[in-house]
C-alpha cells in the first residue's frame, strides 16, 4: 500500500483566514482525491486532484472555496480559503494505488473560530 | 445517482458476540464494495473488499458477501473483541464515475468487556 501524509495533522484558525493543506504519497500515482469528514458524519467528496489540469468538483463544492493543486504524480494541496466555523471539519486526501484500491491519508483536523 | 445505506449506530455489544453490520446500495453500474474502519483517533483503514457479484471479502476475522440480488454488503464477525470498536464505513466505487467513492453513514460499535 502507498504511505501518504498530510501537513498540518491540526490547525485551528479564525475566520476569513484560508490555510492549506498538504498531502504527499510515497509513490507516483494517477489518482488522488479531497474527502471532507463534518464532525460526526461520513466522508464526502469534494474534488478528484488531476494532475496537469483543473481539478474536477462535486455538486455542492467550488473552486474558489476549495482552490487544488496537482503539480505532480506525487503530490497535492486543498485550500480551504475565507473560512467560517462551517468548515470545521477533517479533511483527507486519498490515493488510487492498485486494484481500485483507496488509501486515506492520516487527515487534517482543521478548527475554525 | 450513487448511494450507500448502513445501519445507524451506535451498537453496543459484548466481547466474543456476534457482529453484525447492514449495508445496501444503489449503483448505476457493477461498482466495486468496500468496508473501511477508523479506530479511535486514527485515520481511515482498508478493511476488504469485494469487486464482483457473489465474492466474499475477509479481512482480520471479518467478512462481507457482495450480493447483487439483494444489493447488500453486510459486515459480519463471530467473535468480536475490545480492538473491534471502531466507526465502521460501507462505501462503493463505480468505475464509470472515475472509481470515486461513495460512502455509507457510519456505524459505531462499542465492543465492552
Known amino acids: 500500500s502507498a504511505v501518504i501524509s498530510q501537513k498540518p495533522s491540526r490547525d485551528i484558525c479564525q475566520r476569513g483566514t484560508s490555510l492549506t493543506i498538504q498531502c504527499q504519497v510515497d509513490?507516483?500515482?494517477?489518482?488522488m482525491f479531497w474527502y471532507r469528514q463534518q464532525p460526526g458524519q461520513s466522508l464526502t467528496l469534494i474534488a478528484t486532484?488531476?494532475?496537469?489540469?483543473?481539478?474536477?468538483?462535486e455538486s455542492g463544492f467550488v473552486i474558489d472555496k476549495f482552490p487544488i493543486s496537482r503539480p505532480n504524480l506525487t503530490f497535492s494541496t486543498l485550500t480551504v480559503s475565507n473560512m467560517s466555523p462551517e468548515d470545521s471539519s477533517i479533511y483527507l486526501c486519498?490515493?488510487?494505488?492498485?486494484?481500485?484500491?483507496?488509501?486515506f491519508g492520516p487527515g487534517t483536523r482543521l478548527t475554525v473560530l | 445517482g450513487n448511494s450507500v445505506t448502513q445501519m445507524e449506530g451506535p451498537v453496543t455489544l459484548s466481547e466474543e458476540a456476534f457482529l453484525t453490520i447492514n449495508c445496501t446500495y444503489t449503483?448505476?453500474?457493477?461498482?466495486?464494495l468496500f468496508w473501511y474502519v477508523q479506530y479511535p483517533g486514527e485515520g481511515l483503514q482498508l478493511l476488504l473488499k469485494?469487486?464482483?457479484?457473489?465474492d466474499k471479502g475477509s479481512n482480520k476475522g471479518f467478512e462481507a458477501t457482495y450480493r447483487k440480488e439483494t444489493t447488500s454488503f453486510h459486515l459480519e464477525k463471530g467473535s468480536v473483541q475490545v480492538s473491534d470498536s471502531a466507526v465502521y464505513f460501507c462505501?462503493?466505487?463505480?468505475?464509470?464515475?472515475?472509481?470515486?467513492?461513495?460512502f455509507g453513514g457510519g456505524t459505531r460499535v462499542l465492543v465492552k468487556p
Open positions: 462505501a462503493l466505487s463505480d468505475g464509470a464515475a472515475g472509481n470515486k467513492l461513495t
Open positions: 449503483a448505476t453500474g457493477y461498482p466495486s
Open positions: 469485494a469487486t464482483k457479484a457473489d
Open positions: 486532484a488531476n494532475q496537469g489540469s483543473e481539478a474536477t468538483y
Open positions: 509513490s507516483q500515482v494517477t489518482m
Open positions: 486519498s490515493v488510487e494505488y492498485m486494484s481500485n484500491e483507496q488509501f
